[in-house]
């Protein structure tokens, strides 16, 4: 039975690994560098602190770099921080214990240069990295799941009624002058009977088949314990980017400031690209300004492309990050030119002449909304000669243009049936806090947001890394139960909640694909990732979803739900069952002067009995099991076994009554009789056991389930009959002396 377990979860865990292995890319990078003065290029693997790197459009960043140089340099650190929009960088130091996100004079490893230029000197690599001591992070041991837990508790509960059984037994019978070898062999057979051997059969089969159906539902399942622990989960830690929204910036709507319309709005922001030439045709720029790409492809620009058409650009002033914003020197199709002002709310409203409260508060609301913001603003050009920052005064609002990281349709859905699991739901990220509690409420998460944990709230209801830090675990705790998000956290962060939650009790999972995201899927009792994650995040996962989608995961709480149930079936079944009969065993030995049932057949009863047990994985289970989490419960196990076990012995005594004084049975006879109605009996309980409603009227056990313990008690009935029955089992005492009273039987 260990042997076939082993070879089961050895067999389907080690197919998992393989595919996702297979998920992985094997790519080598490059990077420029100087030495000794010339530039050169080295593999990123041979770079040392110290090498000054050259950093373009598209490159991944091979170390941890100091910025000595800049030129409109953005970097993507969603990898890393969970943040959605790239990172404006300088050569301005920041102070110490900086966020992670927050580190504007560096680039870290691993991250994507968005847009821009820059040099900087390699000041960490490898495990020294934020990357790598993230990476290493994952080489510590992984903590025992919730399962595992409670699958070592329950054993070291058999173990202790084994030993105390299998002790007291030994003794009375030696002290009732039974032999010594005898009373051994059946105190060991005791021992063995009360122990559920095929549990690790049941459940490896149980979690290959459970596997299999996961795989067709598109989720991969690494470690197969941990579709149990699925099912013990009540809590859900998860990112926001791509989980509860699509993962891209999307065009909004256009708010009007003044005389001009929507559409205006929005013409002048298109205009005012920098990736586009001065035709007005779209130049499609690797890299380029992720707000302008979601400007041009949303439906409403190809409403006004025709419009466009009679607008000629003839001069730019770039984006730069001290005026942060574009200038565009226009002429329309009147012909009048018009310099229009593109750029960060904050910078364009200090150079208007006149702002409408209006627009302010429209503003003020949109940020509140956690949306990202454009403001548009004009004035009239005197001439053609190309835009200056002295020209960038004067200008009229024309209105702002609103974006946003739009929300899965299917999440609201999904978020409900996690709900009817009994699973909260809390977003982990190191995004914007405004961003995050909005897309929470949208959903209504979380009902009221907050952690109600002093003044340190930030973002309107989320609890921020700085306000993490000013906790101690204790209170972190009780934060977290009332706290739906957490925002700009980080790596370490992360994983803290994980682990602080975790010891609070129950279940925990976490949704995560980033390398930021590692640590936090190694704590958790569930590490979940999608086969678009970074290839670390893959390694620490224990479930890959090749969809990121909460409503596969409610699909696999469920699945886990149901394993763990048809374990617990086995569990009650098999420790009450057996409790009882070997306690009818051992209470028959006091008073019979032969044993009542041979070591032999109780290893046969206990085979058969566990045979007809393999059926149980494929039972159905009531809808009311599948709506909490499971946990391993061991008291309750012991309260019934304690309870359900001498009731079962009931039955056994009557056996014993009938067959001693009805039938006047012998040593044989009594053993076969015994035999049989104890393998009916404890076979036929699992009916009982499966379910809570009535049995067979308000709920249908599996076909295989039936056919196997039905089986089992037919072979069992007709075994003694038939001649594969020794001639000891078979011989019949006398029936004028029954054998527990003649003093010569044996």
Same mark, same amino acid.
């Given at each position: ?67 000595? &140089? ?71 041991? %992984?903590?025992?799941?919730?399962? %595992? ?18 002790? #007291? ?75 509860l929204t699509q993962g891209r910036i999307d065009y909004a709507r256009a708010v009007p400031a003044g005389d001009d319309g929507p559409d205006r709005v929005l013409r002048w922001g298109l205009v005012c690209t920098e990736n586009a030439d001065l035709n007005g045709q779209v130049v499609e720029v690797v890299g380029g300004n992720a707000l302008d790409q979601a400007l041009w492809e949303s439906p409403a620009a190809a409403v006004e492309w025709a419009a466009l058409a009679g607008y000629n650009r003839l001069a730019v002033l770039p984006f730069d990050h001290d005026r942060r914003m574009v200038s565009m020197l226009v002429r329309d199709p009147a012909g009048e030119l ?49 835009p200056t920052v002295s020209d960038e005064h004067g200008l009229h609002l024309s209105g702002l243009l609103v974006f946003l990281d739009p929300p899965r349709p299917d999440a609201a859905d999904a978020l409900r049936r996690l709900a009817g699991l009994g699973i909260a739901v809390k977003v982990v990220t190191g995004d914007n806090p405004a961003v995050a509690v909005k897309v929470c409420h949208d959903f209504g998460l979380g009902g009221g947001l907050g952690g109600g944990v002093g003044d340190g709230l930030g973002g309107g209801g989320a609890l921020t890394g700085v306000d993490l830090d000013a906790l101690d675990d204790t209170h972190l705790a009780e934060a977290i ?8 956290? #980080? ?121 007809? %047990? ?9 809808? &009311? %099991? ?51 109605? #104890? ?61 527990? #009273? ?5």
């Amino acid at each position: 039975m260990v042997g076939l377990s082993v070879g089961l979860g050895f067999v389907n865990e080690y197919r998992a690994e393989r595919a996702a292995e297979a998920l992985h890319s094997q790519i080598h990078h490059e990077t420029d560098v100087i030495r000794g003065g010339r530039w050169t290029r080295v593999d990123v693997t041979e770079l040392v602190p110290g090498d000054l790197v050259e950093l373009r459009l598209g490159d991944i960043v091979p170390a941890d770099l100091r910025l000595i &140089e800049v030129t409109g340099l953005e970097c993507d650190e969603s990898v890393l921080t969970g943040e959605s929009l790239p990172v404006e960088k300088d050569t301005a130091a920041v102070p110490a214990g900086t966020p992670l996100a927050e580190l504007s004079g560096c680039a870290l490893m691993g991250t994507v240069v968005h847009a821009g230029r820059a040099r900087g000197i390699v000041v960490a690599t490898g495990a020294d990295t934020e990357f790598g001591r993230i990476a290493a992070g994952l080489s510590t041991h %992984q903590l025992d799941t919730a399962f %595992q837990v409670g699958l070592r508790r329950f054993s070291m509960l058999l173990a202790y009624v084994a030993g105390g059984l299998t002790t #007291s037994i030994f003794v009375l019978n030696v002290a009732l002058h039974k032999p010594i070898i005898n009373a051994l062999l059946f105190s060991l057979a005791i021992a063995v009977g009360i122990t559920p051997q095929l549990l690790p059969a049941v459940v490896s089969t149980s979690l290959a088949a459970g596997s299999r159906r996961m795989s067709r539902r598109k989720v991969l399942v690494k470690r197969l314990v941990c579709i149990e622990d699925l099912g013990d989960v009540d809590v859900l830690f998860t990112d926001k980017t791509g989980t509860l929204t699509q993962g891209r910036i999307d065009y909004a709507r256009a708010v009007p400031a003044g005389d001009d319309g929507p559409d205006r709005v929005l013409r002048w922001g298109l205009v005012c690209t920098e990736n586009a030439d001065l035709n007005g045709q779209v130049v499609e720029v690797v890299g380029g300004n992720a707000l302008d790409q979601a400007l041009w492809e949303s439906p409403a620009a190809a409403v006004e492309w025709a419009a466009l058409a009679g607008y000629n650009r003839l001069a730019v002033l770039p984006f730069d990050h001290d005026r942060r914003m574009v200038s565009m020197l226009v002429r329309d199709p009147a012909g009048e030119l018009t310099l229009v002002i593109k750029g960060a709310p904050e910078s364009v409203l200090d150079r208007c002449v006149e702002v409408p409260t209006a627009a302010r508060d429209a503003l003020a609301a949109e940020f509140a909304a956690g949306n990202r913001v454009v403001a548009v603003a004009t004035r009239p050009a005197a001439d053609t000669r190309p835009p200056t920052v002295s020209d960038e005064h004067g200008l009229h609002l024309s209105g702002l243009l609103v974006f946003l990281d739009p929300p899965r349709p299917d999440a609201a859905d999904a978020l409900r049936r996690l709900a009817g699991l009994g699973i909260a739901v809390k977003v982990v990220t190191g995004d914007n806090p405004a961003v995050a509690v909005k897309v929470c409420h949208d959903f209504g998460l979380g009902g009221g947001l907050g952690g109600g944990v002093g003044d340190g709230l930030g973002g309107g209801g989320a609890l921020t890394g700085v306000d993490l830090d000013a906790l101690d675990d204790t209170h972190l705790a009780e934060a977290i139960t009332t706290t739906t998000v957490f925002a700009r956290v #980080s790596p370490e962060h992360k994983t803290r909640i994980v682990r602080v939650q975790r010891r609070s009790g129950g279940g925990v999972a976490f949704l995560g694909d980033g390398v930021n995201d590692a640590l936090a899927l190694h704590a958790a009792d569930v590490g979940i990732s999608v086969d678009s994650a970074t290839d670390v995040a893959k390694d620490a996962a224990d479930v890959i979803l090749l969809e990121k989608d909460l409503d596969v995961l409610a699909d696999g709480v469920t699945e886990g739900r149901r394993i763990f149930a048809n374990t617990i079936k086995y569990v009650l079944m098999g420790t009450s069952s057996n409790f009882g009969n070997m306690a009818s065993a051992a209470g028959a030995s006091l008073f019979l002067s032969f044993l009542p049932m041979l070591p032999s057949q109780i290893l046969l009863n206990n085979l058969f009995y566990d045979t007809g %047990q393999l059926a149980i994985p494929t039972d159905t289970v009531d809808d &009311e %099991q599948l709506r909490r989490p499971s946990h391993w419960d061991i008291a309750f196990i012991r309260r019934f076994m304690i309870f359900f076990g001498p009731l079962s012995s009931v039955f056994d005594f009557v056996t014993f009554a009938v067959m001693l004084w009805v039938f006047h049975s012998g040593p044989a006879q009594f053993r076969s009789g015994w035999f049989v109605e #104890s393998l009916a009996t404890q076979t036929l309980v699992i009916f009982a056991i499966r379910t809570r409603r009535v049995p067979f009227f308000r709920s249908h056990p599996s076909l295989p389930l039936t056919l196997a313990a039905l089986g089992v008690v037919t072979v069992g009935a007709i075994l003694p009959a038939t001649p594969s029955a020794s001639a000891r089992c078979r011989e019949r005492s006398s029936p004028r002396w029954p054998a527990w #009273s003649s003093p010569t039987s044996s």
